[in-house]
């Protein structure tokens, strides 16, 4: 649902019928290249909700300050940068220059190769021929286009080429600002039920900051990792014949991936096992590291979409205009005819199940629950609604009321009054009803129903008469029995 995409009208039928690319992303992209600032304020700030960074570490993230690095003021770290300086005099377009698009270009053809010939055994573990790593060298710096598939190559080759590439550069792929960053987040552990750190890692969290550092990651960079994080996840997946597992993979990479440059093992000690086992989280996980968590691309698409919300000045006019005036009534009496609507469909369902209910109770055989339930009726008239095809089923004869009430039952309405006997199992009742009421009630309806129909006057007069004969009827038949 989040997906984007931008569509162009294109007058080539050709290209009408390509699939159509949505880019999850677009808005953060957007974002990062139009507003840097924002962007990187953005992702900082959800980036510190995860680690914690003091005041110093975070101006390194931020490139306020200059890193400052394990090793940098030993003896051995400016032996290494003198050598460094002295390999850099004689770099070429490639190896040994800052990381661009065009050398980017040039190197990903070793990576499309190694793509292909991933089952070597020992693949980046087992150096190549050094002539033949020479020839291809001075092949990619003259920018030359090269035949890898000729056979003049090993895989062996051309992966120690690669590393001999990434190791070349001037600065790691994660750069020496992110360095501590990544320290912290191999910290990232789950906690107990008491609140306290556990060994185990917090793999959920490890992937949400790696996905954030790796948004203001340079560009070249980001790109350059993401493929690279791609061919050792596909080597890893072919351990089984090439023996290296993401582990192993690990520790050839992380010095040129993680490690600062002109450190040694030395100068890692603390933190040594951190950052390989870190290489590894990565390789394991490379299909979610470069997916932008949702509420980062929620809050890039507001920025871009959230203006857009607001009611323009065509609405406005369009409220205004003289036929949204004659409108208003005719919603109004169109919004009354459907409540009305939905009230007499709701009211007949309720008198259908008021009228279902009435049947079974008057269907049960007879007992003293079955007066009880009658009673409820009674206590309730404007519930009770029983309909003129209630079915009356034919009660066995019994003997006859002698009370002067139920004579003059008879009487009046000419039905035959049953006496319910008292089971013996029943427990007496405060009060009786019999069924020449039951049938009264029936005749008579109630308020409720009656009402639905909208009775004339008249018909409201016999409504009137026939409760009050009903209530007079129920407190001569309580009292007799």
């Excluded at 490639?94 to 990576?111: D, K, R, Y």
């Excluded at 990544?182 to 490890?206: C, V, W, Y």
């Excluded at 009496?333 to 008198?351: G, I, V, Y």
Aim: hydrophobic share 35%; with cysteine.
């Amino acid at each position: 649902s989040d997906a984007v995409c931008n569509f162009v009208i294109c007058n080539d039928s050709s290209l009408r019928s390509q699939p159509i690319i949505f880019n999850p992303d677009f808005f953060v992209e957007k974002l990062r290249h139009e507003k840097p600032e924002v962007f990187t304020e953005l992702v900082v700030s959800n980036i510190t909700r995860l680690i914690d960074l003091p005041g110093a570490e975070l101006a390194q993230l931020m490139g306020e300050e200059d890193p400052k690095l394990p090793g940098a003021n030993s003896t051995a770290s400016g032996f290494f940068r003198s050598l460094m300086s002295l390999k850099r005099k004689e770099k070429g377009v490639v190896f040994g220059s800052p990381l661009t698009e065009e050398g980017i270009a040039q190197v990903s053809q070793l990576i499309e190769y190694l793509h292909k010939n991933l089952r070597a055994e020992g693949l980046f573990r087992v150096p190549g021929n050094s002539i033949r790593q020479q020839i291809l060298k001075d092949a990619l710096n003259s920018g030359t286009d090269i035949d890898l598939d000729s056979g003049e190559f090993h895989s062996n080759d051309v992966a120690t080429l690669l590393k001999m590439f990434l190791g070349e550069l001037p600065e790691p792929l994660l750069t020496h600002k992110h360095f501590h960053a990544h320290l912290k987040i191999a910290d990232l552990t789950l906690f107990d039920e008491k609140g306290n750190k556990t060994s185990t890692p917090d793999k959920e969290r490890q992937i949400e900051a790696l996905q954030l550092l790796f948004l203001i990651l340079p560009a070249p960079n980001r790109s350059l990792l993401k493929l690279l994080l791609d061919l050792l996840y596909q080597t890893a997946k072919k351990q089984d014949k090439n023996k290296m597992s993401a582990h192993n993979l690990a520790l050839m990479f992380a010095p040129h991936i993680l490690w600062p440059r002109n450190v040694t093992a030395n100068d890692l000690q603390e933190n040594i096992t951190k950052l390989n086992n870190g290489v590894t989280f990565m390789i394991k996980h490379s299909q979610k590291l470069f997916k932008a968590p949702a509420y980062i691309r929620e809050c890039a698409r507001l920025h871009y979409l959230g203006s857009r919300a607001h009611t323009s000045k065509d609405d406005l006019d369009l409220l205004t205009s003289p036929g949204s005036k004659e409108l208003q009534p005719l919603k109004s009496q169109k919004r009354s005819r459907l409540d009305t609507c939905h009230q007499e469909e709701t009211q007949q369902r309720t008198e259908e199940a008021l009228k279902e209910l009435f049947r079974h109770v008057h269907n049960m055989p007879d007992s003293a629950k079955k007066k009880k339930l009658i009673r409820q009726f009674n206590k309730h008239p404007t519930a009770l609604t029983p309909g003129s095809d209630v079915p009356t089923s034919p009660a066995p004869r019994r003997t006859r009321s002698r009370s002067f009430s139920g004579l003059i039952k008879r009487k009046v309405l000419g039905t035959p009054v049953i006496l319910e006997r008292k089971s013996r199992d029943a427990t007496p009742e405060p009060e009786r009803v019999s069924k020449e009421n039951v049938h009264l009630l029936q005749k008579c309806g109630s308020p409720a129903h009656m009402s639905q129909t909208k009775l004339k006057s008249s018909e409201g007069r016999k409504e009137e008469s026939c409760r009050r004969m009903r209530a007079h009827l129920l407190s001569k038949d309580s009292s007799s029995l």
